[in-house]
């Protein structure tokens, strides 16, 4: 019994992450699974796509809106100092509604609140483009979102919400994405979902999309009902899989298949 | 093995529809591992089965390979079709695509004929399997024909 007991502790002790859980030390990038041709892109500002959307994001940054007449910067000054290492820290605890936001919908309150302007649309080229521009600005940057401990029953629901299995084909995110990532769906790699890179120009898109649009995109693919933009189960998705890659180098805006 | 006919019964009624409304599936007896009869009471068309297993809407090939020269992405989350008639009977072949989660809980591969205990499924396949049980049986007799 004892050497029983003994021999489930020293396996406990050899199991440091849940089952099915990616090892810190395995876990991937986006990045790493693509052909030297698109990493090429990406790597190149003047090849990569997204950066257009950045330049966008710039002119939108200076440009004064809403009832109040005040641009992004009229506030926040120079984006290169003030959006430092922000993106890899949402979505993020927002006090007044106590609950996460992500970064997209930061901007809409920011102008909503300080701008007094119309939010812009989900998935628009306006908030692809402001959110290009911050999210560059964490580049190569430790992603730490989740890290608040006022998230954790949210990072929790995102993660519950990972392992549940939905939709016609009834697969949950972790059948393919912490247990399969290796393989390959139909000759593509599976990768293991980790959202370093977003907003991200995606080459099947021929265009901008958020992590919202990709997550959308998986769920019809399992013919799922797909989360709503912006519901709170959406969110705390997107914040699960932000915690889940503790650590990952951000590359946003990245290039991706 | 001999089964009580009241245990087959039970089984029969399990694996009827829950929803009321939805489309009605065929009621089928599983015993063993397996289950013996065709959905629809006739053999299935091999021929017919081929080309439903290459059609990316069945999504056998998204994550399984097979001697399918002509396609040229393939999975491998899932082992290779090849050979499966003689590795499977065309019974366990059925029951493998009716409900493979009855074999094993914690298998990825879909249900294809069961429309209950799913979450959140989209308007467009609500309440209805994801082949219907003529393409089971033309399928099943296409395996059948996998032989090493």
């Known amino acids: 019994m004892m050497r029983r007991v003994a021999l489930a502790i020293a396996l406990l002790g050899a199991l440091p992450v849940l089952a099915g859980e990616i090892a810190p030390a395995e876990r991937r990038s986006g990045y790493d699974f693509m052909s030297s041709d698109s990493k090429a892109m990406q790597d190149d500002d003047t090849a990569n796509p997204a950066m257009l959307s950045v330049l966008d994001g710039e002119t939108l940054w200076s440009t004064k809106a809403g009832a109040a007449n005040k641009s ?18 949402y979505p993020a605890f927002d006090a007044a509604s106590s609950a996460p936001v992500d970064l997209a919908q930061r901007v809409n309150l920011c102008r909503r609140q300080h701008q007094e302007a119309e939010p812009f649309a989900a998935e628009s080229r306006e908030l692809l483009a402001l959110t290009a521009l911050v999210a560059k600005q ?35 995110c972790s059948n393919c994405h912490d247990d399969n990532w290796d393989k390959h769906l139909a000759g593509s790699a599976i990768t293991q979902g980790q959202p370093t890179g977003y907003p991200i120009y995606r080459l099947e898109w021929q265009g901008m999309g958020s992590l919202q649009r990709r997550l959308r995109g998986c769920m019809t693919g399992v013919r799922a009902r797909a989360f709503d933009v912006d519901t709170p189960d959406m969110i705390a998705l997107e914040l699960y899989l932000m915690s889940r890659a503790h650590g990952m180098a951000m590359d946003a805006p990245a290039v991706r298949p | 093995m001999m089964r009580s006919a009241s245990r087959v019964l039970a089984m029969v009624i399990a694996a009827l529809p829950a929803t009321t409304g939805a489309q009605q ?36 090939i998204l ?39 009855r074999l094993n809980p914690g298998t990825i591969m879909p249900s294809y004929y ?30 059948a024909t996998l032989r090493e």
Request: charge should be positive.
């Open chain 2, 63 to 101: 994550c399984h390979s097979g001697p399918f020269p002509e396609a040229r992405f393939q999975g491998d989350l899932a082992p290779s079709l090849a050979g499966a008639g003689s590795r499977s009977t065309p019974a366990q072949l059925r029951l493998r695509l009716v409900d493979a989660r």
């Open chain 2, 25 to 60: 599936l065929t009621p089928y007896t599983v015993e063993a591992d397996g289950i013996a009869a065709s959905l629809t009471g006739q053999p299935g068309d091999a021929a017919r089965g081929r080309a439903l297993v290459l059609a990316r809407s069945s999504t056998c």
């Open chain 2, 114 to 143: 069961r429309i209950d205990g799913l979450t959140r499924v989209g308007s467009a396949w609500r309440d209805k399997p994801i082949l219907s049980a003529e393409q089971i049986e033309d399928i099943v007799a296409y395996l």
């Open chain 1, 72 to 89: 992004c910067g009229d506030c926040h000054g120079a984006v290169d100092v003030s959006m430092k290492g922000v993106a890899a820290r």
């Open chain 1, 138 to 172: 964490s580049r190569g940057m430790p992603i730490t979102a989740g890290d608040d401990p006022r998230l954790k029953p949210f990072v929790a629901r995102g993660r519950e919400l990972f392992l549940q299995r939905q939709g016609q084909l009834n697969l949950a």
